[in-house]
C-alpha cells in the first residue's frame, strides 16, 4: 500500500471513531441529563463545544 493511500485509510478510520464517540456521548447525555426533547440535547452539545473551545484556547494562551 502506497504512503497516500494508509493516510487515507487512517484518516477514514479517525473520522468512523469520532463518529462513534459523537454517538455515545449524545447517548450519556440523553440518559445523564434526563434531556427529553432534541433541543435540550443541542443545547446540551453547544455548551460542550463553547467549553471544549474555550479549554482550547486557554491551552494555546
Known amino acids: 500500500m502506497n ?3 494508509d ?3 487512517q484518516r ?4 468512523q471513531q469520532d463518529n462513534d464517540l459523537k ?8 440518559r445523564v441529563c434526563g434531556a427529553e ?3 435540550q440535547i443541542s443545547d446540551i452539545q ?11 484556547h486557554i491551552v494555546r494562551v
Request: aromatic fraction near 6%.
Open 3 to 5: 504512503p497516500l493511500q
Open 7 to 9: 493516510k487515507v485509510l
Open 12 to 15: 477514514g478510520f479517525i473520522l
Open 23 to 30: 454517538r455515545k456521548t449524545k447517548t450519556t447525555l440523553e
Open 37 to 39: 426533547r432534541p433541543s
Open 46 to 56: 453547544n455548551i460542550q463545544h463553547n467549553l471544549k473551545s474555550l479549554f482550547t
